[in-house]
C-alpha cells in the first residue's frame, strides 16, 4: 500500500519528564519527519536523512506545525454528548436530572448510530485518536459505538453500562442481563480490530452486589479486558455508597470485595480518598483517573495528583464528557493544571503533553501501541499549529522555547488548534491542509 511521509517538527515522549529540565524523556526534531504505511509507522527521523523519496511516496509538508502522538482519553460517556453544559446540579442531582433522562433514549438504536457518528466526529476533530468511554447500558449503544470506531480504524475501548438499580425505568438491566450481555458483546468485539473491552458497571450506587458479584466474575473470566467504574468523586456519593454497603470498610472496599481490583481498572475520579483506599490503589496497580473540567462543572473537589503518585500510582487523565465540558485534551490539561495550582503542584507542559499521550497509554498497557510515535506504533499522529487563532499567534510572538510553546496550546488551545488528525495513517480532518 502507499507510504504518506509526514514533514513537520516531530515530538514524542518515551518516558515520563522528571522536571523541566528533563529533555532527554522525548525526541525533537525541528525538520522532521514520519513514514506511515498500512497504519503503523515505518520510518522518522530528520528529514535532512530522509535519503531520496521514492514514487510511492506522498509527502505532506506540515511546517511549522508539530507532529505529535494522538491524544489519548481514558475516561467518557459516549451518550452524554448531548448533556454536556446543564446547569447547576452537583453529581447525584445532576445523573438523575439530566444524564439518566438523556441515556434512556438510546434504547433506539437509530438514535445511538446517530449520535456515535457525532461523538466519533468530535474526537477527531479534537485530536483524540484513542478512548475510553462508558455507552448506556443497551446493549445497542455498545454495539453502534464499536461499529462507528471500525468503521474508523480507530482504537478504542468501551463497554455497556452495567446498572441494575436507581435509575428510572428503561435504563436497567438485571445481573444476569448485564452479564450475558456483556459476555456476548465481549465475544464479538474484544480484539476484532482494533477494539477493546471494558466491563463496566456504572459505580456502586446502581448496581446491587448480585451484579458486582457477576462483574467481578467477568473480569475473572476475561482477564485481558478492562474494568472501568466511578470512584469517590462526591461527599453525598460516598455516603450513600457506605449506606448501600455498611459492611465495606470503605468506597474502594465496595469493588475490592468483588474482585474487580487489576491493573487494568479505570477508576474515574478518585478524588476523596482514604489511606487504606491509596494502599489499595498501589497494591493492585489500579488506576486513578483525574477528570478535570468535570471536577470543577459539578464541584467535586481536587483531585491530588502528587499525593497518589508519591506512592507509586500511575494517573490517567480525562475529558469525562458530559459532565466534563470539553472534548478537548488540551482543555482538560487547562482545567487540571489550575486544579492542581491549588495546591501547589504546578504542572509542567513537559510532562502535561506526556500524560495525554504516552502516560494515559501506559495506563492502558498500550504504549507499545498508541501514544508515541516509534517505528512499529500504530500511526495515530496529530498535527498542532500554536498559532490557530488571533490570541494564540499573538501570544506565540513572544514564545522562544518549546516548553513555552506547549504551555501555549494547553492554556488557549482546543480544537482549533488541531490541523490535522491522522487515524491508521489516514487523514481524517478537511479543513486545513488534507
Ligand atoms: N458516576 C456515575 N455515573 C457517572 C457519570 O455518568 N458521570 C460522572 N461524572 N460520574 C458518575
Ligand atoms: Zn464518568
Known amino acids: ?172 438491566d438485571t445481573p444476569q442481563s448485564g452479564y450475558d450481555d456483556t459476555k456476548s458483546l465481549i465475544n464479538k468485539w474484544h480484539g476484532r480490530g482494533r477494539a477493546m473491552y471494558a466491563v463496566t458497571p456504572r459505580f456502586a450506587i446502581t448496581s446491587t452486589p448480585e451484579q458486582l458479584n457477576l462483574a467481578g466474575a467477568l473480569v475473572a473470566e476475561h482477564p485481558d479486558c478492562y474494568v472501568q467504574t466511578h470512584l469517590s468523586e462526591n461527599r453525598d456519593e460516598i455516603a450513600y455508597t457506605l449506606d448501600l454497603y455498611p459492611q465495606a470498610r470503605d468506597y474502594m472496599d465496595v469493588y475490592q470485595g468483588f474482585g474487580l481490583l487489576n491493573e487494568r481498572m479505570l477508576l474515574g475520579h478518585s478524588i476523596h480518598l482514604e489511606a487504606r483506599e491509596i494502599a489499595a ?62 495546591q501547589g503542584q504546578a504542572l509542567h507542559p513537559y510532562r502535561a503533553f506526556h500524560w495525554i499521550t504516552r502516560g494515559n497509554a501506559v495506563a492502558l498497557g498500550l504504549e507499545d501501541q498508541i501514544g508515541t510515535l516509534a517505528v512499529g506504533s500504530e500511526a495515530d499522529v496529530i498535527v498542532l499549529d500554536a498559532r490557530a487563532t488571533p490570541a494564540m499567534a499573538l501570544r506565540m510572538g513572544r514564545v522562544e522555547t518549546l516548553a513555552q510553546e506547549l504551555f501555549v496550546l494547553m492554556m488557549m488551545g482546543d480544537d482549533r488548534a488541531i490541523a490535522q488528525t491522522y487515524v491508521s495513517g489516514k487523514p481524517m480532518i478537511d479543513k486545513h491542509d488534507a
Open 281 to 342: 490503589l498501589t497494591e493492585t496497580g489500579a488506576h486513578p483517573v483525574f477528570c478535570p473540567t468535570s471536577n470543577l462543572f459539578l464541584g467535586s473537589g481536587l483531585f491530588d495528583d502528587a499525593g497518589l503518585r508519591a506512592q507509586g500510582i500511575v494517573n490517567g487523565i480525562a475529558t469525562d464528557i458530559g459532565a466534563g465540558t470539553s472534548y478537548s485534551m488540551l482543555q482538560t490539561l487547562n482545567e487540571g493544571y489550575k486544579i492542581l495550582q491549588l
Open 1 to 172: 500500500m502507499k507510504k504518506t511521509l509526514l514533514r513537520g517538527r516531530v515530538l514524542s515522549f518515551h518516558r515520563e519528564p522528571q522536571g523541566p529540565d528533563d529533555t532527554d524523556s522525548f525526541a525533537y526534531q525541528e525538520d522532521g519527519y514520519l513514514v506511515m504505511q498500512d497504519g503503523k509507522i515505518t520510518g522518522m527521523g530528520d528529514f535532512a536523512q530522509a535519503g531520496s523519496l521514492a514514487d510511492d511516496v506522498t509527502v505532506v509538508d506540515h511546517r511549522p506545525n508539530l507532529l505529535l502522538a494522538g491524544f489519548i482519553d481514558t475516561h467518557l460517556h459516549f451518550p452524554q454528548v448531548q448533556v454536556i453544559a446543564s446547569w447547576g446540579a452537583q453529581l447525584l442531582d445532576w445523573l438523575n436530572n439530566y444524564t439518566f433522562p438523556e441515556e434512556t433514549r438510546f434504547a433506539d438504536d437509530m438514535h445511538a448510530e446517530a449520535m456515535a457518528t457525532a461523538f466519533f466526529d468530535q474526537l477527531i476533530a479534537h485530536g483524540t485518536t484513542s478512548a475510553v468511554a462508558y455507552c448506556s447500558v443497551h446493549k445497542g449503544s455498545a454495539e453502534a459505538y464499536f461499529t462507528e470506531a471500525a468503521r474508523r480504524d480507530m482504537r478504542m475501548i468501551g463497554g455497556k453500562v452495567m446498572m441494575d438499580r436507581n435509575a428510572p425505568d428503561g435504563l436497567r
